[in-house]
């Protein structure tokens, strides 16, 4: 029988699908199978032109937790704002239909969520599998410390976006739904490159909070799939310093208006570890 909290609050899961025919199917039943079952899985066809939908259908009809709805290919930001929308529970939770999570995934951010009444997000370790190279790495296992009292938020991020890609992006963390309908958080449509990390900035920005880790790598990451207009945007570095500016917004918005010396030796760092990701992106292409 699965494990029950004391308490469980409903957990959104959106995925957004598009052609992925091969591992959607696998993907959705790991959620059914979840030790935390007090959930409702909203799926959104983006358009497939594979069997991804009528997979998807078949299996809706064997489990009511599962919600499939169709559009017109628009995007993977559009399929996930419409599961935002669609989204009913306390908590939100976003899977790419190309990656896999393991049987605890939800239990373990749920139970970090509630032992920490100040927590606005909890963030999941990663197995991160190199499926062209054939390789698997563990990701974000490394305890960080805590945001220091009077620490601004803003700061404490790109400190932590400085030693490792953990605050990027949407996947295998869990956002209060509550958060996200009250300031409009949307995702940036139209976008392809870290809009999802534009979102993480939106969210953060719009309260005050603690920021939980979950050393245990429940989210398994498949590197490889992503599509060709994925990987291109990666190169432009016109799209690294649209996100820079973004992060300096709000670390400027977050101290009234003003960029503390400290604020400032952050950005820099951040942007000296941005070229380098950037120069490996090109030389990966290259090859």
Same mark, same amino acid.
């Given at each position: 029988?699965?494990?029950?909290l ?17 591992n959607?199917?696998k ?6 199978? @979840? ?13 497939? !032109? ?8 078949k ?5 009511t937790? *599962?919600?499939?709805e169709? @559009? ?7 399929? #996930? /704002? #419409? ?7 306390k908590?939100l ?7 896999e999570?393991?049987p605890?995934?939800?239990e373990?951010?749920? %139970?970090?969520?509630?032992?920490n ?8 370790g ?8 054939n390789?698997? %790495? @563990?990701?974000?296992?490394k ?19 400085i ?5 990027y ?11 996200? #309908? ?6 940036e ?12 900035f ?15 790598? *429940? ?8 599509? !060709?207009?994925? #990987?291109? =945007? =990666? *190169? ?8 820079y500016?973004?992060?300096? /917004? ?38």
């Amino acid at each position: 029988m699965a494990k029950q909290l004391d308490s469980s609050p409903l957990v959104s899961v959106v995925i957004p699908v598009w052609n992925t025919e091969d591992n959607i199917e696998k993907l959705v039943r790991e959620l059914f199978s @979840q030790t935390y079952q007090n959930i409702e899985i909203i799926a959104i066809d983006d358009g497939s !032109s594979d069997n991804s939908l009528s997979i998807l259908k078949k299996l809706a009809k064997e489990d009511t937790r *599962l919600q499939v709805e169709h @559009q017109k290919n628009a995007g993977v930001s559009a399929a #996930r /704002n #419409r599961g935002i929308n669609l989204a009913t529970g306390k908590y939100l939770v976003f899977i790419d239909s190309d990656d896999e999570v393991m049987p605890e995934f939800i239990e373990a951010m749920i %139970e970090a969520m509630q032992k920490n009444p100040n927590a606005i997000l909890a963030i999941m370790g990663r197995e991160y599998r190199k499926l062209r190279e054939n390789k698997i %790495e @563990q990701l974000y296992m490394k305890p960080r410390r805590k945001r220091r009292p009077r620490e601004l938020l803003s700061n404490y991020t790109t400190y932590l976006m400085i030693l490792d890609g953990r605050m990027y992006g949407m996947t295998g963390r869990i956002f209060i739904t509550e958060t996200i #309908r009250k300031h409009h958080i949307r995702v940036e449509e139209g976008r392809d490159f870290a809009e999802d990390t534009k979102f993480a900035f939106d969210y953060l920005s719009a309260q005050d909070g603690e920021i939980i880790f979950i050393p245990k790598p *429940l989210y398994i990451y498949n590197f490889g799939t992503e599509t !060709s207009i994925v #990987r291109n =945007s =990666s *190169l432009k570095w016109g799209n690294w310093q649209k996100s820079y500016q973004e992060l300096e /917004n709000w670390m400027r918005d977050d101290n009234r208006g003003r960029i503390s010396a400290r604020a400032k030796l952050l950005l820099l760092l951040v942007q000296l570890r941005w070229r380098i990701a950037h120069y490996h992106s090109n030389r990966r292409a290259q090859k």
